[in-house]
């Protein structure tokens, strides 16, 4: 049989979803058996115009990474979509948009004023911001636009398969690089983890009934470590995510914090969220209920920490 | 043209929906901006349900259920009373005005008071103007 040919590229992202790759461990082995990797930025010197000069469709899978926030990642998802056959929106900002995602609670003029101008160590007395064209004796200077939007992969490009997580952890990765190699993909569209439940059915934490009278931070308490975190007040957010990570997060004592994307048939993971906390608040009178709300300082980086430009209203409106 | 606000009533089937009704059939006049839709308790509203309202074309999201204690399913209601104040932060967040979801409690005898809620409710969303859709920007 005929190796497959892999690429991976990483658009707006941290680099964390390549070391992911990179923790299947020995596992590679049996991945470099099957495949040749024709394009990988962060580990072979393979230029764009190689791959813009590959055959259409040549290209068997993608692992793309990363949101798409300027131009030049929003051309590579169109040209990597070009050339693959099967595109992959590996981990949460391609698939979801994840923390990059944030950005979209401002617009570009007010992230460039913050990043060139405002920030306390920040020296640039004469206002320079970046543009995208720029004339010098050499000639002239390009850089990618930057949009105000932070988008998925999916409102950029058709997309075939996802592997959640911020990163995915090891065993999804393998389950899908598995499905992959032995030609056994699910259908298209399949979000690829062990369990399609949420975070609680692979949580060990014993649950009884959630009501909750103050909610925590988490430096603010150490939690049980036997007792299901929602119901010690803390902002757990496996009741409303996708399982399959094998809930590592409350083994540590640690809230979920939903990198794995909403539970099946759910359109909108944030608000998913905020309905299982709002309803567990053990209060029916409208004066102590606010009380118990205005410990949640920032509802949005809480409930749509990976979501926000994947969500129903995708970002905030800036007058 | 001027800008007719299009609001989106979701109204419990015990209490509100009654007073909604009520409203009519007592020949009160009141703002046609609002479009019911009722559900068997207002505890059944979900923030997702309000998002969807706001992408698919509403202005103003209206949520009546009956008044605390009065529930028919003795609880519902104060689900709902949750809910809203926690959504609404959120949405402030994210730069959407308050008054585009209000939540109140309607009985089946307060059919005047729903009417002029509605009217209300309509003269301000027409102030905020349209809901800004497509992510209300460009870029």
Known sequence: MAKLKLALYWAASCGGCEIAQLQIGDKLLKLAEAADIVFWPVAIDVKYKDVEAMPDKSIDVCLFNGAIRNSEQEHMANMLRQKSKILVAYGSCAYEGCIPGLANLFNRQLIFER??????????????????????????????????????????????????????????????????????????????????????????????????????????????????LLEQGLLCAGIAT??????????ANMPCTGCYGPVDGVIDQGAHFLSAVASVIDSNDPEEIQRIIDDIHDPVGTFYRYSLPDSLLRRARIK | MSFEPKILGILCNWCSYAGADLA??????????????????????????????????????????????????????????RRIPLLKKMLSQLGIEDERVRLEWISASEGDRFASIVDEMTEQVRKLGPFPRNGGSNG
């Not at chain 1, 996708?242 to 083994?251: D, I, K, L, W, Y």
Request: aromatic content about 8%; glycine content about 8%.
């Open chain 1, 115 to 228: 990043a060139y101008l405002e920030t306390p160590s920040t020296d640039n007395n004469d206002g320079v911001l970046p543009q995208t064209n720029y004339q010098v004796p050499e000639g002239e200077l390009t850089i990618p636009e930057f949009y105000d939007t932070v988008k998925t992969l999916r409102q950029t490009v058709e997309v075939d398969y996802v592997v959640p997580g911020c990163p995915p952890e090891e065993r999804t990765t393998w389950l899908a690089l598995e499905a992959i190699i032995e030609g056994k993909l699910p259908p298209k569209g399949t979000v690829i983890t062990h369990n399609a439940k949420a975070v609680c059915d692979d949580c060990s934490r014993k649950r009884d009934v959630k009501k909750v009278e103050k909610f925590y931070r988490t430096f603010e308490i150490i939690p049980d470590p036997e007792i299901c």
């Open chain 2, 24 to 81: 009519g059939t007592s020949r009160k006049k009141y703002s046609p901006n609002v479009r019911v839709v009722r559900v068997m308790c207002s505890g059944r509203v979900e923030p997702t349900f309000i998002l969807k309202a706001f992408e698919k074309g509403a202005d103003g999201v209206l949520i009546c259920g009956c008044h605390p204690v009065d529930c028919h399913y003795a609880e519902g209601n104060y689900k709902v009373m």
């Open chain 1, 242 to 251: 996708r399982g399959g990570c094998s809930a590592p997060c409350p083994q």
